[in-house]
């Protein structure tokens, strides 16, 4: 049972662009987001969070949206980097443990 | 502030032959995670300590996975006897009281 979703397995966005990865979720008792983001042979990497109390959040080229009623959030890469290219997974919790979805690979191109 | 340390990196066992993992999480963390990443999928989590005791394990597969953290410290997680769809990465983690959990590089296990 897939409680976090996201749908795109994979994304190419150009250099200087905006990067918007989405995630929708089915529990409702899920009360704090968190972004990853992981390159190959390498553990992944906080990127960014988002506690159910706020539906926004923004840390440098990085901002996550939540959208409580629709249960879906999303995180924006504004400008998007080549470095930028990835895989991000979107986590969700209702305590301690964290629900991932299957992961969006990200690619930006010079 | 030094990351979440595991060994090996990569391992190849036979099917029916045992392996275990070690970990070593960030100083201070008092919460240390075990995930299971198959190709294609997020991490799953397999058990959840709290110090030395176990908060959440309902999703290890206790007739051949067990796990244990003495001490409060490392951990090791262990498979006896591994099978094919064990193959996975196996991944640490340990979180901060903000619950931002930091991972380690992982363990690629390949049953063969």
């Known amino acids: 049972d897939q409680q976090v979703k996201q749908n795109s397995p994979s994304l190419s966005v150009q250099e200087g662009r905006i990067s918007i990865l989405n995630c929708d979720y089915t529990?409702?008792?899920?009360?704090?987001f968190l972004w990853y983001k992981k390159y190959p042979a390498e553990g992944p990497t906080f990127l960014i969070s988002?506690?159910?109390?706020?539906d926004k959040n923004e840390d440098g080229r990085f901002t996550v949206f939540l959208n409580k009623s629709a249960k879906h959030l999303s995180l924006h890469i504004v400008p998007s980097q080549p470095g930028d290219s990835a895989v991000y997974f979107c986590?969700?919790?209702?305590?301690?443990?964290?629900?991932f979805g299957k992961g969006t690979s990200l690619l930006v191109t010079p | 502030e030094a990351g979440v340390a595991q060994s090996p990196r990569y391992k190849i066992i036979e099917k029916r032959q045992s392996v275990a993992f070690w970990c070593n999480p960030i100083?201070?963390?008092?919460?240390l995670y075990w995930y299971q990443q198959i190709l294609g999928q997020g991490p799953k989590l397999l058990i959840q300590?709290?110090?030395?005791?176990?908060?959440?394990d309902s999703q290890l597969p206790k007739d051949r996975f067990s796990a244990e953290r003495l001490k409060g410290v490392d951990s090791t997680l262990k498979i006896q006897p591994a099978k094919l769809e064990d193959s996975a990465v196996y991944l640490c983690?340990?979180?901060?009281?903000?619950?931002?959990?930091?991972f380690g590089p992982g363990t690629r296990l390949t049953v063969t």
């Open positions: 983690a340990s979180s901060s009281p903000k619950n931002e959990q930091y």
């Open positions: 529990n409702s008792m899920f009360d704090y």
């Open positions: 988002i506690s159910s109390i706020k």
């Open positions: 986590a969700a919790s209702a305590g301690y443990a964290l629900n």
């Open positions: 300590f709290q110090n030395n005791g176990v908060v959440d």
């Open positions: 100083s201070g963390h008092a919460t």
